[in-house]
Structure formats: structure tokens, C-alpha cells
């Protein structure tokens, strides 16, 4: 069983919008924070934004705020990235990952460290 399924990945013009969706089996998001990656061709798989399970923040990458934004649907266990204003520079695999809580008391600084991840789905661009 695949613990994580991203859907929503697709074709789309600069300006568009899109929806990414994760799915979760076998565990519950209400215990695990989420954590959206993305890996262009040629590049290095970069954080996208997360959900902190260290403080409960919710980050964002510099390329992206103001336009992407986390959601959660907790009955139908699932997270989702909302992605408006695309460009081709986000043309890019998209992969959610579970990250669990820290222990109590813990120094972790959230982000960071995850147990989970998705197949990843195709996001390209179009200028």
C-alpha cells in the first residue's frame, strides 16, 4: 500500500491554477504535519511549503508566497497545495511527505525530516 498519492499535477498556462492533492493511507494526517517538495529537471529537490509539526507555522518558499497556499481536509485525509499565478519556472515534479511530531520537549525546528512520500506529479508550465 502507498502511503502517499499526489494528484491534481497537469498541463497549464502561465497565470493558471492548480490544485495538488495528497492522499494519505494507512496513517492519519492529524498526526503528521505536510511537506510539499518539488524537483525541476536538472535541479535539486527544493521545499515548496510545510506545515511545521515544531510550532505549527506554516512556510512558505520565497518563489512561491503570495501565491501557493496549504490546505487540509482531515475527514477526507488529505492535503492539498493550492498553486495560483503559475509560471514556467514551476515546472517542476510536485511530492508530498509526512512528517510525524517531535518528542515533547524536542529542539527540532520542524521541515526537516520526513517519513512519508508520494510518486510525485507532473506540474509544467507554459509561457
Known amino acids: 500500500e502507498v502511503p502517499l498519492v499526489e494528484s491534481g499535477g497537469g498541463l497549464v498556462q502561465a497565470g493558471e491554477s492548480l490544485r495538488l492533492s495528497c492522499a494519505a493511507s494507512?496513517?492519519?494526517?492529524?498526526?503528521?504535519?505536510v511537506g510539499w517538495f518539488r524537483q525541476a529537471p536538472g535541479k535539486d529537490r527544493e521545499l515548496v511549503s510545510c506545515?511545521?509539526?515544531?510550532?505549527?507555522?506554516?512556510r512558505y518558499a520565497d518563489s512561491v508566497k503570495g501565491r501557493f497556499t496549504l490546505s487540509g481536509d482531515y475527514a477526507k485525509n488529505t492535503m492539498y497545495l493550492h498553486m495560483n499565478n503559475l509560471k514556467p519556472e514551476d515546472t517542476a515534479v510536485y511530492y508530498c511527505?509526512?512528517?510525524?511530531?517531535?518528542?515533547?520537549?524536542?529542539?527540532?525546528?520542524?521541515?526537516?525530516?520526513?517519513?512519508?512520500w508520494g510518486q510525485g506529479t507532473q506540474v509544467t508550465v507554459s509561457s
Open positions: 494507512g496513517f492519519t494526517w492529524a498526526d503528521y504535519g
Open positions: 511527505a509526512a512528517e510525524p511530531y517531535p518528542d515533547r520537549g524536542s529542539d527540532y525546528p520542524g521541515c526537516l525530516t520526513y517519513d512519508y
Open positions: 506545515y511545521s509539526t515544531s510550532d505549527g507555522s506554516t
